[in-house]
């Protein structure tokens, strides 16, 4: 019995590294595309450090970049976070955490350490998948963007670089696991639409919050909605709870 | 306040709200966060946001809306995922399309 738990928590830390690896790498993106948007590299960083979570962080300097003000940026960052808290509940009774260790799991719950810790079977392999995930991730993403940042800092005019042209891509490959599900699509195509027709009318990084209320109003009123698979996501599990989609183990 | 100090106060609340919102999730009794219509609505805010950003990244200029070197590179990003490639990889072929785009003249 001891044998089949050291492997399978062997097995989780290997998978562990695999993910922190591929994800810390595109922290280099972020990095660049931080300074782009007009942060200065110590920024870019202490964001990355306290907010630590792709999409958002993402999702922060792209309202920046747009011309969006900071209450806009900070509402859309934390948004597009909100998911985040679901991971959480999930992770809770899973960890069984007290104290400090539960502030400092809170930090590093995001999609990968979420996905990876409940891809485990064994009680312990999934402690560790969380915790190597996250730290890991964390380690690695912050090592990153701060190469990135230093880097972006260099190239000078964004624009020569295409780096406005990286941010679209950037959104696109954060977006595109979620996009799975019909119903998601939807929603991801009428946000589109309706951030694009408010921007002549609203102030920079509005039309992107009003975007917003399109996934409220589908995924709260929808009717007859709370059938199976009905997350949003395209995520399932054995279990069919599973709130992480399969394919976010190659991305933040 | 200069720019500098509401980018900073911008950054520490920003971060700050999104710590706040994992640690909620940790905190608050699993039940309340399992009902199906909450998770269906924080995952689909999440896609509506981030389709958003893609729209507003790629056509967006200032208050108004054009097209230019970042849709042929947002169309090429588009074909490098349905392939399956890797992020950084579609990131930067992103904007190596953009700027030998813009390197040739074809698109403003």
Do not use: C
């Not at chain 2, 200032?62 to 490098?80: F, H, N, Y």
């Not at chain 2, 990131?91 to 785009?101: D, E, N, Q, T």
């Amino acid at each position: 019995m001891a044998a089949a738990v050291s492997s399978a928590v062997r097995l989780a830390r290997r998978e562990a590294l695999g993910v922190s690896v591929a994800t810390g790498l595109y922290g280099i993106s972020f990095g660049a595309l931080s300074v782009a948007a007009g942060l200065s590299v110590l920024q870019t960083v202490v964001l990355s450090l306290i907010m630590f979570s792709g999409g958002s962080q993402f999702a922060f300097v792209g309202v920046i970049a747009a011309g969006g003000g900071g209450p806009a940026a900070v509402a859309t960052g934390a948004l597009v976070g909100v998911r985040n808290a679901l991971y959480g509940a999930r992770m809770a009774p899973l960890l069984g955490l007290h104290g400090w260790r539960r502030l400092l799991a809170a930090q590093v719950t995001i999609d990968e350490s979420t996905a990876d810790a409940t891809a485990q079977e064994q009680p312990r392999a999934v402690r560790e998948g969380f915790w190597w995930t996250g730290v890991g991730i964390y380690v690695l993403w912050n090592s990153f963007v701060t190469l990135g940042a230093f880097a972006g800092n260099a190239l000078g005019d964004p624009r020569t670089w295409g780096l406005d042209a990286a941010a679209a891509a950037a959104f696109l490959g954060l977006v595109w696991a979620r996009l799975a599900d019909p119903v998601a699509r939807w929603v991801g195509v009428g946000a589109a639409v309706v951030a694009l027709a408010l921007t002549p009318v609203l102030p920079a990084g509005l039309p992107v919050l009003a975007a917003a209320a399109v996934a409220v109003v589908v995924g709260w009123w929808r009717p007859g909605s709370d059938g199976p698979g009905g997350d949003g996501t395209g995520g399932e599990g054995a279990d069919g709870e599973s709130l992480v989609p399969d394919d976010e183990r190659a991305g933040q | 306040m200069s720019p500098d100090v509401l980018m900073w106060l911008a950054i520490v609340a920003g971060g700050l709200a999104v710590y706040a919102i994992k640690l909620v999730g940790h905190l608050l009794p699993e039940h309340w966060l399992a009902e199906p219509r909450v998770a269906r609505t924080a995952a689909l805010v999440t896609v509506a946001l981030l389709s958003a950003l893609v729209a507003i990244q790629t056509f967006a200029s200032g208050q108004g809306l054009t097209v230019d070197a970042r849709l042929p590179a947002l169309v090429v990003a588009a074909i490098a995922l349905a392939l399956r490639a890797p992020f950084l990889v579609v990131v930067v072929l992103g904007a190596a399309v953009a700027a030998g785009v813009r390197a040739l003249g074809w698109m403003a």
